[in-house]
């Protein structure tokens, strides 16, 4: 507030601050907002399933069932998108889906941190999972594994050009993985701390026309807020298929 004017800064939520400094070898490992809500995002997928497995029943509670679909849910994802061979890195997979989605979600919480609206997260976890399969991939196909950046059948004359658009394919998957899912989560958030700001200003400026007019963007949030949570749960999903996808292309060479 400056001046008796609400002042609009969308970007403040997603700074991150230390809570507690510390280093080690001339590094910075402080533990950060973005770290706490990494872990209050670990304690609550852990949470949610040792209470839903605690008491397991013929007949489950709503805990129990929920875990359950989930469990279901990611493992037909698996299987549809990566093959029945890849159901070996399912606890990996299924762990990748939570920590996307608790992030996201987490972030709709008043006065809480998106980690998953930062690309150096993004970044990083992307970029683990596409080294770690490219990795398999060698592992389970040596060299064979190049091949699959030669496509069958295309004319000598245009392989070149072909085998270097298929490289430059496969090195950027990391980069769009993490684009997609923090570019999302940071223009979704903004809007809505936008919208937010724009209902305050109304409300609070003193005039009836106005603050009838604030009801607009108050509305405007309400339904943004259904939108963010729909967005936020399909980037979790979108972000696990595409891993599948890739593991798939690890696991099996089709030429």
């Known amino acids: 507030m400056s001046e008796g004017k609400l002042h609009i800064d969308p970007i403040s939520q997603f700074a991150i601050h230390p809570l507690f400094e510390f280093s080690l070898g ?8 973005s ?40 493992a037909n994802m698996v299987r549809d998108n990566a093959g ?22 987490l972030g709709m919480i008043p006065g809480s941190f998106t980690y998953t609206s930062h690309i150096i997260v993004t970044l990083t976890l992307a970029l683990t999972l596409f080294i770690c399969i490219t990795l398999l991939g060698f592992a389970r196909h040596g060299v064979h594994f190049l091949s699959r950046f ?16 298929e490289v430059l394919s496969y090195l950027v998957r990391p980069l769009t993985l993490a684009v997609r899912l923090f570019a999302n989560m940071l223009a979704g958030h903004m809007m809505l701390k936008v919208f937010a700001y724009f209902a305050v200003g109304l409300m609070t400026s003193g005039s009836i026309g106005l603050m009838a007019l604030g009801t607009l963007p108050v509305l405007m949030n309400v339904a943004l807020i259904g939108l963010e949570l729909f967005v936020a749960v399909l980037q979790a999903m979108i972000f696990t298929i595409l891993t599948c996808v890739y593991l798939r292309d690890a696991l099996v060479i089709e030429h």
């Open 84 to 105: 029945p061979d890849a159901m070996r890195y399912f606890p990996i997979i299924f762990a990748i889906f939570f920590l996307v989605l608790f992030g996201n979600v």
């Open 26 to 33: 001339g590094y910075n490992l402080a533990y950060t907002n």
């Open 150 to 165: 030669v496509p069958h059948g295309v004319p000598a004359l245009i392989l070149p050009f072909i085998v270097a658009l």
């Open 35 to 74: 770290s706490l809500f990494m872990t209050l995002a670990v304690a609550m997928i852990a949470g949610f399933f040792l209470l839903g497995g605690k008491h397991r029943e013929l007949v489950p509670s709503r805990i129990q069932a929920a875990g359950e679909m989930a469990y279901e849910s990611i």
